[in-house]
């Protein structure tokens, strides 16, 4: 993990409204589990961060990820 993923993803957090101390543990905390889930699934770690922020955008705002709306058949 390198500050400029950091700074990346921090940046994100902001734009959703978070301070940019907050945003800064945030984006640590979600690149981390990230790294973990990469481990754990044999994956890429920019994979498992995009899932990860995707989640987190749409919890921000207030919607559920298309695939867990329970829509599909």
């Known amino acids: 993990m390198n500050t400029d993923e950091i700074d990346q993803v921090a940046q994100i ?5 978070a301070e940019k ?3 800064v543990t945030m984006a640590s905390q979600l690149i981390k589990r990230a790294e973990q889930l ?3 699934n044999e994956s890429s770690k920019v ?5 990860l922020l995707e989640t987190a955008i749409c919890g ?3 919607i ?3 695939d867990k709306n329970g829509d599909s058949k």
């Open 60 to 62: 921000a705002q207030g």
């Open 13 to 17: 957090f902001q734009n959703l409204g």
């Open 38 to 40: 990469a481990n754990e």
């Open 21 to 23: 101390d907050k945003a």
């Open 64 to 66: 559920l990820k298309p």
């Open 47 to 51: 994979d498992e961060l995009q899932t």
